[in-house]
């Protein structure tokens, strides 16, 4: 088999949203780009090395759009695993949950203790791990929500697993 890409950085445009959230919960560099604007998004692609995702096949025909994925399916989920299955993305449960999945940035974690005043006093008294974002200062935990994420794109890392599994059979 092929060796897996471990590094790749997305830009997707308004086509493909949904799709942008779940590359930045499995851990990817994702630039959203929310407007219909194709020259942000081919700015993007040059200035900051990365690749264009989107259903939008317009981009195909662009020369300055070269390092382009079309993606095919209307389901975000079948779009996350067809991108990670066609771009040989390697899938890490040690990256999930590691970027903001508001501005993008790679969250970094804090102490305990320095954010007492910024969170409800029940999430301070039964979370033990805290992690920030350097760029808007969101806070994250690892609660429910993040444990049903977590399972969602472990779910997801199983199908994609399979596919692969059975192509190479």
């Given at each position: 088999?092929?060796m897996?890409k ?27 780009v929310?407007d219909?604007d ?9 200035e ?31 779009q996350f ?5 066609d ?8 990256h ?21 005043e910024?969170v409800f006093?029940?999430?301070f ?13 969101r806070?994250f ?6 444990r ?8 997801l890392?199983?199908?994609?697993d399979?596919?692969?599994?059975a192509a190479?059979?």
């Amino acid at each position: 088999m092929a060796m897996e890409k471990v590094f790749v950085r997305f830009v997707c445009d308004n086509t493909v949203g949904k799709l942008a959230r779940l590359l930045r919960m499995a851990g990817f560099d994702t630039a959203y780009v929310v407007d219909n604007d194709v020259g942000r998004v081919i700015a993007l692609c040059r200035e900051e090395d990365r690749k264009i995702v989107s259903r939008n096949s317009r981009y195909a025909e662009l020369v300055l759009a070269d390092n382009f994925y079309h993606v095919k399916v209307d389901n975000p989920e079948e779009q996350f695993c067809q991108v990670v299955i066609d771009l040989k993305l390697t899938l890490s449960t040690n990256h999930f949950l590691s970027r903001c999945l508001n501005c993008n940035r790679e969250l970094e974690e804090i102490n305990k203790a320095d954010i007492k005043e910024h969170v409800f006093p029940y999430v301070f008294k039964t979370q033990e791990r805290f992690s920030t974002c350097p760029n808007c200062n969101r806070i994250f935990w690892q609660a429910t929500h993040a444990r049903a994420i977590k399972e969602k794109l472990l779910k997801l890392k199983s199908a994609v697993d399979r596919r692969r599994q059975a192509a190479a059979d």
